[in-house]
C-alpha cells in the first residue's frame, strides 16, 4: 500500500519568514495530493490541492508543488502570520483507492 | 451551508464496552469515510461508505463497524473497546469518485474518545 513520510515534525518561523515542508509518497499511482490544516481541537481543514496533471499550484500565500518523478512533494507558506501556527498534515490518493493516505504531520509555530 | 457534523464531541468508555459515533455529511456529498487519529499522528482510514455499502476497509479489525443510511448520514460502530481504541475519530465526507475523479474529502471536527 501506499506510504507516506513527511519532514520535518515541528517547524519554527520568524513571523514574515517562509515556511517549507515536504512529502514524500510511495505509490506511483497515486495522483492526488491535498494538505490539510489542523488547529487544537478541530478536524483537518482542506487547504490546497494538486493532481498530478499540474507541478505547482498557488493560492495566495500557499503553494503546492509536485515532482512525479521523484514522488515527492511540498507546501510553501510565504509571509507567515501567527495564525498559521498549526499541524500540517500531507496526503496521497490514487484513483483506484478511495482512502486518503496521511503524512505525520508537521507542527508550525510562528514566532511574532 | 452546514460542513460535516459529528457527534458526540467527547465520550467516556471503559473496556469491553461498545460505542457508536454519528456523521452527517456536508451539504451535496454522498460518501463518507471514516478515520482514525491517535494523539501525535495523522489519520489513519477505517472504511468508507457509499450507496449504504461498505466500499473500501482498511486495516481494522472487525470490531470496527459501520453504516450509513438513505440521507447519506453514517454511524461508526466499535464493539469489546480496548484502550488502545482511544484517539479522535473523524469523519470526512465528498462526492463519490465516480462522479467528479479526485473529489476532495472534508472533515469534520471529530468524536474525542476516551477508554478508561
Known amino acids: 500500500g501506499e506510504n507516506v513520510e513527511q519532514h520535518p515534525s515541528t517547524l519554527s518561523v520568524q513571523e514574515g519568514d517562509s515556511a517549507v515542508i515536504k512529502c514524500t509518497y510511495s505509490?506511483?499511482?497515486?495522483?492526488?495530493f491535498p494538505w490539510y490544516k489542523q488547529e487544537l481541537g478541530k478536524g483537518p481543514q482542506l487547504i490546497i490541492d494538486?493532481?498530478?496533471?499540474?507541478g505547482e499550484k498557488k493560492d495566495q500565500r500557499i503553494a503546492v508543488t509536485l515532482n512525479k518523478t521523484a514522488k515527492h512533494f511540498s507546501l510553501h507558506i510565504t509571509e507567515t502570520q501567527p495564525e498559521d501556527s498549526a499541524v500540517y498534515f500531507c496526503a496521497a490518493r490514487d484513483t483506484g483507492r478511495r482512502a486518503l493516505t496521511f503524512g505525520s504531520g508537521t507542527r508550525l509555530q510562528v514566532q511574532p | 451551508d452546514a460542513g460535516v457534523t459529528q457527534s458526540p464531541t467527547h465520550l467516556i468508555k471503559t473496556r469491553g464496552q461498545q460505542v457508536t459515533l454519528r456523521c452527517s455529511p456536508k451539504?451535496?456529498?454522498?460518501?463518507v469515510s471514516w478515520y482514525q487519529q491517535a494523539l501525535g499522528q495523522g489519520p489513519q482510514f477505517i472504511f468508507q461508505?457509499?450507496?449504504?455499502?461498505?466500499?473500501q476497509r482498511g486495516n481494522f479489525p472487525d470490531r470496527f463497524s459501520g453504516h450509513q443510511f438513505p440521507n447519506y448520514s453514517s454511524e461508526l460502530n466499535v464493539n469489546a473497546l480496548l484502550l488502545g481504541d482511544s484517539a479522535l475519530y473523524l469523519c470526512?465526507?465528498?462526492?463519490?469518485?465516480?462522479?467528479?475523479?479526485?473529489?476532495?474529502?472534508?472533515f469534520g471536527d471529530g468524536t474525542r474518545l476516551s477508554i478508561l
Open positions: 505509490d506511483s499511482a497515486s495522483n492526488y
Open positions: 494538486i493532481r498530478s496533471n499540474v
Open positions: 461508505y457509499y450507496e449504504e455499502e461498505e466500499r
Open positions: 451539504s451535496g456529498h454522498d460518501t
Open positions: 470526512a465526507s465528498s462526492r463519490h469518485y465516480s462522479t467528479v475523479s479526485n473529489q476532495p474529502q472534508h
